[in-house]
């Protein structure tokens, strides 16, 4: 048994001195995380399936995703930018690259992905507001929230609850509490039983700020 974990514990290590010498492990301690190994994992499995297929522009574009969750952002946004060159017209590839350029801070060029996909005029019919959520949450990750509730009101739909909440949790991160818990009353009087709408009034009416 003890011989058979030391071959083990040898293979791994042969493994992780590879993916350092080719530059793919950029922190070894990293590895100490259950989820950074498996993504290790991951990318391990899908260098290997893109040396056999290159233009594999699924595997490229999940080989991002793998090197954002390890912060390696200049190999993930490689990755992506190989995905978008084979099939330029898959838009989730471009959603993929705006997540790990807001994830590395990137919040302008990450913004500027997601405008040029609402030019295109953009919109998934079993997620209409996708494009809508995921730029408020840019500007909020980039605290500007009065360009946040700027873009809101210029498309604000007052038969959605989302643009309420959104409104609602835009205006009270600037402050503004009592307008705040208007937009989210507003919410839950279109849809009763949204959670979100719910815990976030409850919570500000408890002098929060959710």
Known sequence: MWKRLALLTLAISVVLLGLFAAGWLKNPVSLLRTENRVAYKHIVQLKAKLAANPDDHFAWNELGFYYRQLKQYPEALDAHARAIALFPYH???????????????????????????????????????????????????????????????????????????????????QGKRQQALNDYEAGLRIDPARISLQLKLAGLRKGGDR
């Open 91 to 173: 838009v989730d590839f471009r959603l993929y690259r705006s997540d790990t350029l807001a994830t590395a801070q990137r919040y302008d060029e990450s913004l500027a992905d997601l405008e040029s996909l609402e030019a295109r005029g953009y919109v998934r019919s079993d997620r209409p507001n996708e494009l809508f959520e995921r730029k408020v949450n840019i500007l909020h990750a980039k605290r500007d929230f009065l360009a946040a509730e700027r873009y809101i009101l210029s498309s604000f739909d007052s038969r959605d609850p989302l643009h309420w909440e959104l409104l609602g949790a835009t205006r009270l991160q």
